[in-house]
């Protein structure tokens, strides 16, 4: 696991401390989720992806965040009711953490410098989108807005980073997903 990534701490929903370390070996997507957005239904998605390739060595790690249109206004305690309750969300979710800006956790700070750019196979759709809504991104190495993905390989290596509108089933991803899955490292 790289050192850098590998070892910084974050809270699970649960109150404990982790790092990615704990899931050494596995293959790790970790995603910013969020309650109250357009995307929200990818939790289904990822619930589907967890439980179907979980025996395989895929951890799906949500990390709740409030960064964008203020869409997961909740307290953690609320936010796990939310997704156990709406969408049976059984992947280990963090607790509520900032993904930019001048409070960006430091995992988010340390998985956008390894990997600062997203694939983006709608050839920048969102972001025209979210432009017209007047979003406008600061950085262009920051993390887009809700759900967007990046996959760690059993070495601890950032292996891919996807938009957050790559859908949990998207080709792309799936195939990623599946060369990481097949390297032994």
Known sequence: ?????????????DGGESTLSAWRG????????????????????????????????????????????????GSNEEIAAFCSARYQVAFPLAQKLSVKGPDRHPLYAALTASQPRAADPAGGALRAKLEGYGFRQDDPTDVLWNFEKFLVGRDGRVVAR??????????QLLAAIDRALANDA
């Open 162 to 171: 996807f938009n957050p509108d790559v859908a949990p089933d998207d080709p």
């Open 1 to 13: 696991m790289d050192k850098e990534i590998g070892d910084i701490p974050f809270r699970l929903m």
């Open 26 to 73: 596995k293959v790790v997507l970790v995603v910013n989720v969020a309650s109250q957005c357009g995307l929200t239904p990818q939790y289904e998605g990822l619930e589907r992806l967890f439980e179907h390739k979980r025996d395989a060595g895929l951890v799906v790690l949500g990390f709740p965040a409030n960064d964008f249109g203020a869409q997961e206004p």
